[in-house]
């Protein structure tokens, strides 16, 4: 049921693609180098998983063609792609595998899963690329699971150029997309790090932050109608501009997580390639004094198309900083009109807060991929990093993400109180840095990563005394649990406290009604 | 329980403003000479406040001193602002007033109010300005009623200047919101039509559309958090520039027109008033010209503060045209930079669709009136609408308005479907103008107006004739029902159409959960 290349049972992206015995090793150097703690050098292997050991299925699969209880496919619909997860896969643990896979080619086949999961107590977990990075997609604490994968639903069923808009299947890798728009000259423009393995229908089930730092950050903003799949039928909002007619109800699809229904396609707002396009970096001598830049722009109405800014330290690690200085990726972007005197003014604002730049790159067409410079380097650092990643299990790194949003006024403090916690939580043996990674006009979206030698085998007890430090200093200092990457099982508890309890019985009673026997993803939400 | 100056029991504006029969003697010769049709020259008194009748209360009010059930209070809280709402109440119809009207001063006097109401099965209807044009504020067909006037919530209770953000109580007149805030140099920048007697409440529920014209078309757009009174507690967000956790809190509450909870107030994104404004207004040989370049100008990112179409009539009527050619109203504005290029560069695009100019206007500041030249002339206008067409009744003149939004692949046939449905239920008796009241790169708001000789005494079967054609066209062509006015009661019919039936299910099921006695303002939504 897979396709010629196989993902890889344990790693970010291919089998083919799992890191080699030479690069393991240049890693933990690199590592070492930039992090400048030591790593105990020993270099552990994955289980094959060949040697992997599963559960027995606990339900007999449907008679339906597009369903196995075959352990590739079970295995490799485990997880997501936290760091947590990573590790539990790499050693080969897979103790709550989905009992059944399903992968529909189309809705008449998503329904008929649903239908016999409801009238045999299966819960659904639906299923995009599979690059949760919060236990979104994963069958934890759960009777018996039907895994649904709906990259089966890989098309793009119509274009309207137009109105600027295309009705694709939630299936659809974010790659394929481009592919295709890129024949009309068109793009969706949406870029989160998971981009080359994430589905249309996963960013729009956990309201996923995208290219843009500015504007239409996430991919709520840029949704025409979305089309879901409930036990109670078809859920599809007419393709609108914009509506007025009550409570939206795509809003209420947006970060539902699968647990109201199971997105099939959306009508979504495209865009022409941009043909104008100017980008530089800015220094800043300190974080702080580059985050009065960010809220000074994003302040602005400029809507540059990147504003993020990396601490030192990021700087350091990702794009050839030497850990003086802060920097600012600045980009602007248009498919109509030159963006340089926006460029400008926007320097103009950087100054002020003691910014510094050399030189500005002009190119068009920018797709997702470096353009040179500092800049560059960070994006291919980004784009890259999942992939780094699949080292860190071997040679004995813990690594954790975590991000959020904050109004402005809290900021400073909010910073300093979560990077706190979170080195607390290191015992000295770490380190954490921090991103800009959207900004808005009342606040940001700080993004931080956390390094540390891993204590072999109890690398997820190490994690999971991050995040709970780490999601305990946000809440209490006034964020969000999460600005982009979902709820999931991970943030579960931290969740129900930020939500307003009126507002969550709302929530049971909306899921209640369309999924009356609770199959849809339980766990996460509600 | 009201202020020193009484609203008038039955036309827009305060009971000092109603029109005097010069005012009525004029108004009647303008739009004979406008619209081309002869009215019959007979100008009636509207039934005078103390000769209104009223039904007796059906139930005890509550030992609540923020209630009553005193005529006046029940008399201005009966109707809308509908034209429908208009003649009824000058024919002194208030067939169904609400029993009691409350007044609460504060938050815990709503609660206070809706405790009593639940347990003594009386239904809520949330009531902010009063300025609904869709029966959202009128308990037509409900038992015992309260009218819930939140106006005594009236204070911005806090000012984050760093953030740009406010908080709001809910029901907060629009000219106090922006006098406030223009004292710290901070304006909410949100004009809709009912602006000088709608409420941050009335907005946040209905969803209201303001200023902008492309970007932040709705107050939606505008919200930080939102806190709201259910009968099963409190429903307010934390106050975020963003969040991806979950389903968005504030969404559900967005367009919710009182059905879920009682909105008391809200973090609301503010900003400085525009120093840098350019405007201008262009003309065009035909509306489908100007349509066309409001497509370019929506599609070029540009993101204009006003771009209006008004088809030639409506530019006749309302903004010194002739008939001959349609008007768009050009704006840009910016706290932070010039923004004449990217006036240029939209003058640019309408040129290629055959748009001509003269003068570009400069000028800072900006607030909600006119700057001169036709686009100030048509401010003008909208803001005295609601003035001028309180003598309708008298002189014999129905009027309607109607607002949608479209995508552009659907936009020309929608047209003229609507503007043909409409003049059909007409007869031949009438105008009907369009205008384009908001733009986006997908599509358009279009909003009509109807202005048709009465038949005195059926004035309402009259205007439902023309509510239901249009809104049965309006669906049928791909429209919403609604892009800003709200569904309320009037447009209950076509909504129930227009949304998926298991978001319905979901709403019902949210509603029960905070509303199980089914008191908040039952007969709109749910």
Chains 1, 2 share one sequence.
């Not at 339906?64 to 590790?87: F, K, M, N, S, W």
């Not at 307003?500 to 929530?507: G, R, T």
Request: glycine share 12%; with cysteine.
């Amino acid at each position: 049921m897979d396709g010629v290349r196989r993902r890889s049972h344990w790693a970010w992206g291919y089998a083919d693609e799992e890191p080699a015995a030479d690069e393991l090793a240049a890693t933990a150097e690199l590592m070492t180098a930039v992090t400048g703690f030591r790593l105990d050098g020993e270099i552990e292997e994955p289980v094959p998983l060949d040697a992997v050991e599963l559960p027995a299925p606990r339900v007999e699969p449907p008679p339906l063609e597009c369903c196995t209880t075959e352990p590739y496919a079970r295995i490799t619909h485990t997880y997501g792609q936290a760091y947590r997860d990573l590790v539990r896969a790499f050693r080969g643990r897979f103790d709550s595998p989905p009992d059944v896979v399903a992968r529909p080619r189309d809705e008449r086949e998503v329904m008929h899963v649903l239908e016999w999961a409801e009238n045999a107590g299966v819960a659904v977990v639906p299923y995009g690329g599979g690059t949760s990075v919060v236990g979104g997609v994963e069958p934890r604490d759960l009777g018996p699971v039907v895994s649904l994968d709906l990259t089966g639903l890989d098309q793009i069923l119509e274009i309207d150029p137009l109105s600027r808009a295309a009705r694709i299947q939630a299936g659809m890798l974010g790659p394929a997309i481009d592919r295709r728009l890129a024949e009309e000259g068109l793009t969706l423009r949406h870029y989160p790090q998971s981009y080359e393995l994430s589905t249309l229908g996963g960013w729009l089930a956990t309201r996923a932050g995208g290219h843009f730092a500015t504007l239409g950050t996430h991919i709520d903003d840029h949704v025409e109608s979305i089309r879901a799949v409930t036990p109670r039928g078809v859920w599809e909002s007419r393709r609108l501009p914009a509506s007025g007619a009550g409570v939206s109800p795509d809003r209420m699809l947006l970060g539902s997580e699968g647990a109201l229904g199971v997105i099939t396609e959306a009508w979504m707002r495209v865009r022409p390639r941009p043909d104008f396009r100017v980008s530089t970096t800015v220094t800043f001598p300190s974080f702080e004094r580059g985050a009065e830049a960010v809220l000074a722009i994003a302040q602005s109405g400029l809507h540059p198309s990147n504003c993020r800014l990396l601490d030192p330290t990021e700087a350091w690690l990702t794009s050839g900083g030497d850990g003086t200085y802060a920097l600012l990726m600045l980009a602007f972007e248009s498919a109509d009109h030159p963006v340089d005197a926006l460029l400008d003014r926007a320097l103009e604002l950087a100054r002020l807060c003691g910014g510094a730049w050399e030189e500005i790159q002009n190119g068009g067409g920018g797709g997702e991929h470096g353009t040179g410079g500092q800049g560059g380097a960070w994006r291919n650092a980004f784009l890259r990093m999942p992939y780094l990643r699949n080292a860190y299990p071997s040679i004995g790194l813990v690594a954790e993400t975590f991000e959020t949003a904050v109004t402005w006024d809290r900021f400073a403090a909010f910073h300093t109180a979560v990077i706190g916690a979170a080195r607390d939580a290191l015992h000295g043996g770490g380190i954490v840095t921090c991103r800009l990674a959207f900004a808005y006009p009342d606040g940001a979206a700080p993004y931080f990563t956390v390094l540390a030698p891993a204590r072999r085998g109890a690398e997820i007890e190490q994690w999971d005394a991050i995040k709970r430090a780490a999601s305990e200093a946000i809440l209490a200092a006034g964020g969000t649990i999460t600005h982009h990457h979902a709820v999931g099982r991970d943030h579960r508890p931290w969740y129900e406290r930020q939500r307003p309890e009126p507002f969550a019985a709302a929530l049971r009673g909306a899921k209640a009604a369309v999924d009356p026997a609770g199959i849809l993803n339980p766990g996460v939400l509600v």
